[in-house]
């Protein structure tokens, strides 16, 4: 298909959303997604419940198993895994595989959050098969990660990784949430952003200098693990909310 098709049937796609409809048929639609949302929930909250404490490793999809961030997260799954956590991923390729197979290989738990995408994302083989929960709506699925993990471990990723990040670091500024580790991994990948948060939004008081101290970074896997060693050391694992 060429980019004039292409073009084509996404500006159909459009109008074939925005296409007008009646109260009635919206309300009717409206009815069976609250449905949907309220078992996804129920789901989550029954199989998260029982799986004990976990952090949580985010990444690009994209990143491939001889990439270097690849095979540093899934060191940092197993060190978490034999350090007494399980593991919990987005439950695609890329970083999130490297998560879930470094927890695998220390025979941890291994859990996916999956989100169902019309590209590049299929559930990969590292995760325990009762541990396994398939969403439809990306805002129910980051409840689950908020909820049910005792920390963030950010690899170097792209728009999905920004969001769990910063909705995470949102909810604990405004104390919505308990405070949890915030680990970002990589200091030649974010060092841009942290300078930018430092030089744009803390110049211009839209952030305090405090909200700096909510994410720590850090260049190798034994300072990944040991940040969320250290805050444990202090605080109790239990859920986030």
């Given amino acids: 298909m060429g980019d004039g098709s292409k073009k084509k049937a996404h500006v159909e796609k459009i109008k074939k959303a925005f296409k ?6 919206i309300k009717s639609a409206d009815s069976w997604v609250i449905f949907k949302v309220m078992s996804e929930f129920v789901e989550g909250f029954e199989k998260l419940a029982k799986i004990g404490p976990c ?5 690009s999809a994209r990143t491939k198993p001889d990439h270097k961030y690849y095979k540093m997260a899934e060191e940092i799954s197993a060190k978490l895994v034999r350090h007494g956590y399980g593991v919990i991923t987005g439950g695609g390729p890329g970083i999130m595989e490297a998560g879930n197979k470094g927890a695998h290989s220390e025979k941890g738990k291994s859990v996916g959050l999956n989100i169902d995408l019309p590209f590049e994302q299929n559930n990969n083989i590292y995760i325990d098969q009762d541990k396994l929960i398939n969403f439809d709506y990306f805002f129910v699925r980051k409840v689950m990660f908020v909820r049910y993990s005792q920390g963030f471990i950010v690899m170097p990723g792209g728009f999905g990784t920004l969001d769990e990040m910063f909705e995470a670091l949102t909810l604990i500024q405004t104390h919505k949430i308990e405070k949890f580790p915030i680990v970002m991994v990589g200091k030649d990948y974010w060092s841009g952003l942290v300078d930018w948060l430092k030089n744009v939004l803390l110049t211009e008081k839209n952030i305090s200098e405090a909200d700096l101290d909510l994410f720590h970074l850090v260049e190798t896997e034994e300072e990944a693990v040991e940040v969320i060693d250290k805050f444990y050391n202090e605080y109790k694992l239990s859920p986030n909310f």
């Fill in 55 to 59: 952090v949580s490793i985010f990444g």
């Fill in 20 to 25: 007008d409809k009646n109260w009635n048929e």
